[in-house]
């Protein structure tokens, strides 16, 4: 088991900036590959970002590259995710997933996830 909790997320003016991060426990965090989704108000959960085990590889979907960060720091099992130039449809709840293969970090077929942080843009 992997347990996984989200923290970071608040209320951010557009145009503003924002870190989430995701502390894992209870397996090796290098084992896993790790990834952030998000969940607009009303939609379906979607895929925003993951990252290689160690670090080398990351992937983004396209509404959020050069705005979007994400890094994990596997001396403190911490995945990150730095998110600028806020727009309000970045509106959601964030949530951080983990999965043994970078490809597996689908909505569907993602091993572990954590509770979820909100993130809302609105002036």
């Known amino acids: 088991q992997v347990q996984l909790v989200e923290s970071g997320g608040g209320l951010v003016r557009p145009g503003g900036s924002l870190r989430v991060s995701c502390v894992a426990s209870?397996?090796?965090?290098?084992?896993?590959?790790m990834g952030w989704f998000r969940q607009p108000p009303g939609k379906e959960r979607e895929f925003v970002a993951a990252i290689s085990w160690n670090g080398r590889s990351t992937y983004y979907t396209v509404s959020v590259k050069g705005r979007f960060t994400i890094s994990r720091d596997n001396a403190k099992n911490t995945v990150y995710l730095q998110m600028n130039n806020l727009k309000p449809e970045d509106t959601a709840v964030y949530y951080c997933?983990?999965?043994?293969?970078?490809?597996?970090?689908?909505?569907?077929?993602?091993?572990?996830w954590g509770q979820g942080t909100q993130v809302t843009v609105s002036s």
């Open positions: 997933g983990a999965d043994r293969r970078p490809q597996g970090l689908t909505v569907a077929g993602t091993e572990y």
């Open positions: 209870g397996r090796t965090f290098t084992q896993y590959a």
